[in-house]
């Protein structure tokens, strides 16, 4: 009796990837999240050796990604991982708050199957699309022997979901993992081991079933030239329930901002501080407001939020 292969989840969401524009020679000038993941997957010939289920979760450009869908994603992502069937889950979405996504998941759910999610920095219609490589790659990681855990997966390069960074605007290479530590490599359809599949503890999705209008409202802040905490103040009179400072350097902050947020932590406000360099830790030291460790400013919001909606 032949055994049948693992099947791959295909879930859209939207982005570049999914993205159209009028001239093939126009890679900034496109509408994001046109085509569906059939599409997608029609642009992959090669793909069709494989066991594939797509569905479309959402369609959306990701510079305006939501609470509602990642609720939505995160609950299809755990029915689809529960199918013993089942080997990955390929999550098609935009650059721009893929990073976000990626580290939402991998809180939620810390699944023991990959869950790839990937992108494209060119629409569909470029000369050269990224895209097509992409998913391709993404398909071959999520069928990969022992893989695991949330990754990201764009132009070769296999990123876990705490690590990695958008850190060039218009490049196709333009995601980094913060320490420079990549999980893997694909090579013409093969994956290439360098480090550990991700891992971690899932919180489950019953920490998200709180409507998505009601989550706790958490803002980021940064330090500059001249900040004075204006900002912070101005947020807690309209009502905030955490804030998350991108310090400089260590997690510095200028005397104003600390004492504005020392302030709305006082009033009940909750504060994490990290800091707005492209890698490395906030140090955890006496007398400081508390540390976000190694998570960037938008992962930071995230911990935050996940740990305001188990709050009593």
């Keep these: ?21 009028r001239s093939a020679n126009d890679g900034v000038g496109y509408t994001a999240a046109q085509l569906n993941v059939d599409d997608l997957l029609r ?66 759910l810390a699944p023991t199957k990959p869950v790839v999610l990937t992108a494209a920095m060119r629409p569909a219609t470029a000369l050269a699309p990224d895209g097509p490589q992409n998913l391709y790659d993404a398909v071959q990681l ?14 070769g390069r296999v990123h876990d979901a705490i690590q990695v960074r958008k850190t060039h605007s218009y490049r196709v290479d333009a995601f980094e993992s913060s320490d420079g530590s990549l999980v893997a490599l694909v090579e013409e359809g093969r994956v290439r081991l360098l480090g550990r599949w991700p891992a971690g503890e899932a919180l489950g999705l ?25 900002l912070v103040r101005a947020l807690v009179t309209r009502g905030i329930d955490g804030l998350v400072a991108a310090g400089t350097g260590n997690g510095t902050l200028s005397c104003g901002l ?55």
Excluded at 223 to 229: F, K, L, M, Q, S
Excluded at 294 to 308: D, N
Aim: hydrophobic share 50%; charged share 15%.
């Design 142 to 155: 999520a069928l990969a022997p022992g893989a695991a855990g949330v990754v990201v997966s764009l132009a």
């Design 43 to 108: 642009a992959v010939p090669a793909l069709s050796a494989c066991r594939l289920e797509a569905h479309q979760v959402a369609q959306l450009d990701s510079k305006d990604m939501d609470f509602l869908t990642w609720q939505r994603l995160a609950a299809v992502t755990h029915e689809h991982l529960a199918r013993p069937e089942v080997g990955g889950i390929v999550i098609t979405h935009g650059t721009d708050t893929l990073e976000e996504t990626a580290y939402f998941l991998h809180r939620v």
């Design 1 to 21: 009796m032949q055994t049948l292969a693992p099947l791959v989840v295909l879930l859209g969401t939207g982005g570049t990837i999914a993205g159209t524009a």
């Design 206 to 230: 019953a920490r998200i079933q709180s409507p998505a209008d009601q989550w706790p409202r958490v803002e980021i802040v940064m330090n500059h030239a001249g900040a004075d905490g204006g």
């Design 258 to 312: 600390e004492s504005a947020l020392r302030d709305a932590e006082a009033a009940g406000v909750r504060v994490l501080r990290s800091t707005r360099c492209d890698a490395g830790p906030v140090m955890d030291l006496p007398g400081l407001l508390p540390s976000a460790g190694a998570l960037s400013p938008v992962k930071a919001r995230i911990e935050l939020i996940l740990a305001l909606l188990a709050a009593p």
